[in-house]
């Protein structure tokens, strides 16, 4: 009697339906690893993504002309606050892992323009007007595209360790007479390491006269025929902004009727003239 039961047992331990129902469980517990592990990865992709959305949709509701506590309510405390010995002018530098937010303000708190600067090669906000993204539109966008046009005013400024060029653009009442900036700025990314590439014979023209910016008008000369282009351009910008490894990674946005000379004494005080969004020099000590 003893032999026959432990023949039945072993018999059902080895059936085929035994070792079926064991693979079955095998399979299920691997089945649900995997979708437990599927699920983790596009849990954290997705936070990813909608993470830099949400970034995206806070820088592009930020204005110039409002309240500097407009731009606190929204990016917390200023990492840096500059003021002006001479003048009620301040400026805010705020900091992300991604991204510089610079504001310059006047004695009542009003935004007088700001900046917005990438720091991160995958981070690539959009300028207001849709036209530009940071780290990723070339200068040469802004010559071939209509929608620009010429600019007013070019600022390009390349020192024994820094450099700085940006194109000011006015289009008057379609755009509420706000002037749009687009600039380069060694705070910012840039797709190369290399300062002495920066200083190379095809990179940025030291265009600051006697502390004086150029206006893009005071570079173009008049062609000879009449049946020629109006203005022959500025051979040395023309070639900066026609080669195309030359990113735009600062975008800044001014106040109707306010322009870069409105903040110059400030900024001639605190950093080099007519710099626009952060300076490398300060905001590199931070992390």
Do not use: C
Not at 15 to 38: D, E, M, N, Q, Y
């Amino acid at each position: 009697m003893k032999h026959t039961i432990k023949n039945i047992v072993e018999g059902i331990e080895n059936s085929p339906t035994k070792r079926f129902i064991g693979l079955l469980v095998f399979l299920i517990s691997a089945i649900l690893v995997i979708v437990s592990s599927v699920g983790t990865l596009i849990n954290f992709y997705y936070q990813k993504v909608q993470w830099k959305q949400q970034a995206y949709e806070l820088i592009k509701s930020l204005a110039a002309d409002v309240n500097i506590g407009y731009f606190e309510s929204r990016l917390g405390g200023a990492a840096f606050i500059n003021v002006s010995e001479k003048t009620d002018i301040k400026e805010y530098v705020f900091i992300d892992k991604n991204y510089y937010v610079d504001v310059i303000i006047d004695k009542n708190g009003k935004v007088l323009m700001y900046s917005v600067t990438t720091r991160s090669k995958t981070f690539n906000p959009t300028t207001p007007e849709g036209e530009i993204v940071l780290g990723k539109t070339r200068f040469v966008k802004l010559v071939i595209d209509d929608f620009f046009g010429e600019p007013d005013e070019v600022i390009s400024v390349l020192g024994a360790h820094d450099y700085f060029y940006t194109e000011g653009y006015y289009w008057g009442n379609p755009m509420n007479y706000q002037t749009y900036y687009y600039s380069n700025s060694d705070a910012g990314y840039n797709d190369y390491d290399d300062y002495d590439f920066v200083i190379g014979p095809d990179y940025i023209p030291d265009y600051i006269e006697n502390g004086q910016s150029r206006t893009f008008e005071a570079w173009l000369d008049e062609a000879v025929s009449d049946s020629g282009p109006k203005y022959k351009k500025d051979k040395e910008i023309m070639k900066f902004r026609l080669k195309n490894t030359n990113l735009i990674n600062t975008y800044t946005v001014t106040a109707p009727f306010v322009t870069i000379g409105d903040i110059a004494e400030f900024v001639q005080e605190t950093k080099s003239f007519y710099f626009l969004g952060p300076d490398k020099n300060q905001v590199r000590v931070a992390p």
